[in-house]
């Protein structure tokens, strides 16, 4: 009692003080530190930064950062609950092991300078032993920190790799990736998997885990597999066949590198057994086509278009530009079939992009083909053209974060506090929201337009249609309803892009005058017409651009041709969707 009166009188007594510290200690350090949070990664953070006075005060700094964020969670705590039945895992490591896998991390400082986070290449990623623990077995493993960059191991949980022994499997693999959930957002990769199976790709398995390491709690992890035999195996793939993966540390080496240019971008997971040497003759093939004339009519002969279209499509969906040319692709050669297919790796999502499409060189010459460009976009009309497909996506999405958002509640160690976890998750939604609706007004939209003109000297009807849609358009017919003209008339297409009628040009249909109504009609012309796609180097990404196409209607002895009477504003054409088959009011 005598105790509690003193330390009462005591702080009583020193109440000015403290209070007059803590104001000069906000007006002084409070904003030097937000100052140098808003510049740190400018040269005044690394001027300042590196002041001994503020460098001791770092851990005041730090602690009162981590307070601030963690706060809003006490608002969650009877929201909170650990167990909400996805497996628990356990790893055990000696502390010596565990400080030199922190040592061993890339330092974000070259004298004494801060220079960011560099990469985590194969030299930071050197394993220790470790033992693990899950189902009631132990099971003896190699692990290591991964992920390329820094968000997966500057923090104070962080993204592990655990490999198994060959001859003591977990649950028929070899290895498994244990990601931080932010670096996934969450549940969108999970999305982006289900989604692949529903176009019947081959994802890496994924599942929620919680993690303890050395008995302390780290909360809900994003599993997946490696991409190993095993993985070919379970999906009833051949296993001898070879599994190619960009070589993301080779790639970034410099910016102009790109995996489509060179065969030493890549390297393997699984190899065939066909040579008894490391053979990469499938991909540098593949590459070397690309410039070829005949590159998209060879297509189908190498590639599983259908798989590629699928890959594709999923990407769109998610906005995605993570598997472009500086790193994250998974190409398979299906030796049984003898051709590539794609598999879906670290998809993401990023906001609606229109009709831009961040991919890479090789995805741009091969949809550089409207042919292959239409193909594709009706494997993705066929998604989008269905509400019932995002509620189906949305159902999944909100199942599993109602079943684990109690677990990420309790979760003290990631980034973000609860609130921002739930604001993420629900931004995320509303993203796949957004782009799947985006998708699908991508087909609706059309800025094409028509420039018809008559030429009496020559009696030709120049037609100029500018296609600038998504999906291409169809011309179905056209109906001239003049009187006095001839018994013919044809329509030719400006193959050679002259603008002038020539030999060269290709003959589409001959029409004859109706006796009933004394008019022309072409009829089931079915001509597709396009905008075209171009690969840009320097923006890594391909977009549409309008394009230009020109048809003449030759008349044959035009009764009234020199006086130029024709009204070609009454010339009728019935254009339609290439993709939805609507029609389509072409701008005049």
Not at 412 to 424: L, M, V
Not at 430 to 456: C, E, G, H, M, T
Request: glycine share 4%.
């Amino acid at each position: 009692m005598y105790s509690f009166r003193f330390i009462k009188r005591f702080i009583g007594e020193r109440k000015k003080k403290v209070l007059i510290g803590l104001v000069l200690c906000l007006i002084v350090i409070l904003p030097t530190f937000i100052y140098l949070e808003k510049n740190k990664n400018t040269l005044i953070h690394n001027k300042y930064i590196y002041n001994k006075y503020i460098w001791a005060l770092m851990p005041v700094y730090r602690s009162l950062k981590n307070f601030v964020n963690e706060t809003p969670n006490i608002l969650y705590l009877h929201k909170m609950k650990s167990d909400v039945g996805i497996p628990g895992y356990q790893l055990i490591i000696e502390r010596a092991d565990l400080e030199r896998l922190n040592n061993n991390l890339p330092s974000p400082f070259v004298d004494g300078a801060f220079v960011g986070f560099p990469e985590l290449t194969d030299k930071f990623q050197k394993p220790v032993p470790a033992k693990f623990f899950a189902g009631g077995q132990e099971y003896k493993v190699k692990v290591s920190y991964r992920g390329d960059h820094s968000n997966h191991w500057t923090k104070e949980k962080k993204s592990w790799e655990i490999n198994f022994d060959k001859d003591s499997l977990f649950n028929g693999l070899k290895a498994i990736k244990l990601i931080i959930p932010k670096s996934r957002e969450y549940f969108a990769e999970y999305l982006d998997a289900y989604r692949a199976k529903k176009f019947g790709l081959n994802p890496a398995e994924t599942s929620f885990i919680s993690l303890k390491v050395n008995n302390k709690n780290y909360g809900v992890y994003y599993q997946f597999e490696d991409l190993s035999k095993e993985f070919l195996e379970k999906n009833e793939l051949p296993v001898d066949a070879n599994l190619y993966v960009t070589d993301d540390d080779t790639i970034n080496l410099n910016e102009q590198n790109s995996a489509s240019n060179d065969v030493i971008f890549w390297k393997k997971q699984t190899s065939d057994k066909i040579f008894n040497y490391d053979n990469y003759s499938e991909i540098d093939f593949l590459l070397s086509l690309q410039d070829k004339k005949e590159f998209s009519d060879i297509l189908p002969n190498i590639i599983n278009l259908d798989n590629f279209y699928n890959w594709q499509v999923l990407s769109i969906l998610a906005g995605s530009s993570h598997q472009c040319d500086r790193g994250n692709w998974r190409i398979y050669f299906n030796n049984s079939r003898g051709k590539f297919e794609f598999i879906p790796w670290d998809v993401k999502i990023r906001p609606a992009i229109g009709d831009k499409i961040f991919d890479n060189i090789l995805v741009g010459k091969i949809l550089s083909d409207p042919k292959r460009e239409y193909e594709r976009n009706q494997a993705l009309w066929n998604y989008v053209r269905e509400e019932k497909n995002l509620a189906d996506d949305l159902e999944v999405y909100d199942q599993i974060y109602e079943k684990l958002k109690p677990a990420f509640y309790a979760d003290w160690t990631k980034t973000d506090n609860n609130y921002r976890f739930d604001k993420q998750v629900e931004g995320v939604r509303q993203d796949f929201i957004n782009i799947f609706n985006d998708a699908k007004q991508l087909f609706l939209n059309d800025r094409s337009d028509l420039n018809v003109s008559y030429r009496p000297s020559k009696q030709i009807i120049s037609i100029d249609l500018t296609v600038d849609n998504f999906s291409g358009l169809i011309l179905e017919s056209i109906v001239l309803p003049f009187r006095n003209l001839s018994d013919y008339a044809e329509l030719y297409h400006d193959s050679n892009g002259d603008g002038e009628l020539t030999a060269a040009d290709t003959l589409v249909a001959r029409a004859t005058i109706s006796k009933k109504d004394q008019r022309f009609l072409f009829n089931d012309l079915n001509q597709f017409f396009f905008s075209q796609r171009v690969y840009q180097e320097d923006t890594k990404q391909s977009s549409l651009i309008p394009k230009k196409h020109t048809l003449f209607i030759k008349l044959n002895n035009y009764s009234d041709f020199k006086s130029g009477s024709l009204d070609v504003d009454k010339v009728e054409f019935q254009f339609i969707n290439a993709v939805t088959e609507k029609v389509v009011q072409v701008k005049r």
